[in-house]
């Protein structure tokens, strides 16, 4: 369960929630006792569920997918509130009904996901950059996804899940399935759950997209943006044609993110910005700049006479720096260095008649789509490229 498992148990708190609807507490329209999710006791729920090195994705059935980030921060000596959304109270364990007793040798409190950047909290624990990460956060980022979940839709007392997992490290299959099976005592943002979790199936990432993609020809091929790694995958319609895709470790969006951040003008900026800072100021896309409260305005290359609103990448939501011009130069170097193997290997199967897809969250990348539309590559985007793995992983989950 991590390095700080053997970390003393926090005192949970009283199980009444406040009502103020500020952030970093449980709203009312979440209070399980005026707005409990209706479903009988024994309901089976079947998810999917990717273990991203940047982000974990989580979709279960009849709910919209949880996307978070792939960090676990303790708070066993933190003396943080444990009614922060993401937040977990790991209590024990049993690996089925039939065991009498709970088994606590695990006994841990936790905060996952998004929220953790914002709780300043002394130590981050990532899975990028540990090559067990996956299978010893695994579990801490599912229930801390789940918390989540509950947060936007109501406590459950009580999950049953069917899951089928993706990681890009077959290596570390068997101990991802064991970290997630059994039964689980937990407490999810301070209300109290038992989680009883089936892993019916954990496979390579990307291998789950495959039935989601409609593709005009019978010979498929993915490229998978991720995080930390991209991957290759090749299909005869939904069939793979490879036991597993092939790896480019390393050559994520990350690496996107970390030559930015050693450029001159980011690093040696007053402000002091992180990794995280870089990555949220790229998700959120183009905005609009604005300089003394207004709005600045150029030249609309489309429309002669006229003008439009400048957008750029925004570092920093007080600062607002624009970094525009140095994402779009680290872009370019990014996709002829960091991601040069895989386009080869693509256009070698383009030249046997294979359409290729783009998904992962690098799919979603500012300008980056319309460059891979375009010669010489010629790939299409997929419309669901963010979640495609988790909704064919759900499908499998199903079945």
Known sequence: MGKNSQNSQVNIPNQQLPNTGDKGTISDKNDPVKNPIKYPHNKIFYAGYNLGNDSVKLLVESFAPIRTASVVGYLQDENRSLLIPGSVEYQGWRLNNADISWNQTNKNTWLGGDNVLDAELKTLNRVYGNPTGKSEYSLHMFLSALALLEDKNGHRPNWRFKLAVSCHKPGLFSNIHKSLSGLHKVTLNGLSSEI?????KTMPEGLGAAGEITSSKPKLAILDIGGGTTSVSHYQGSRPLLDKPEFYEKSGVLALYRTMLDSKQINGHPQGFTIDDVRIAVEAGMRDIVVNGQKL?????????????????LLGEKTRFDITHIYVECLKNWLQAELKDACRKLAQLQDKGYTVYVIGGG??????????KKDPYNFNIATNGLYADVEGLLKIAKK
């Open 297 to 313: 305005m150029e030249a609309n290359p489309n429309k002669p006479g006229t003008e439009r609103v400048k957008k750029g990448i």
């Open 196 to 200: 009883e979790i089936e892993v019916v």
């Open 363 to 372: 799919s979603k990348l500012p300008l980056l789509s319309d460059q891979l």
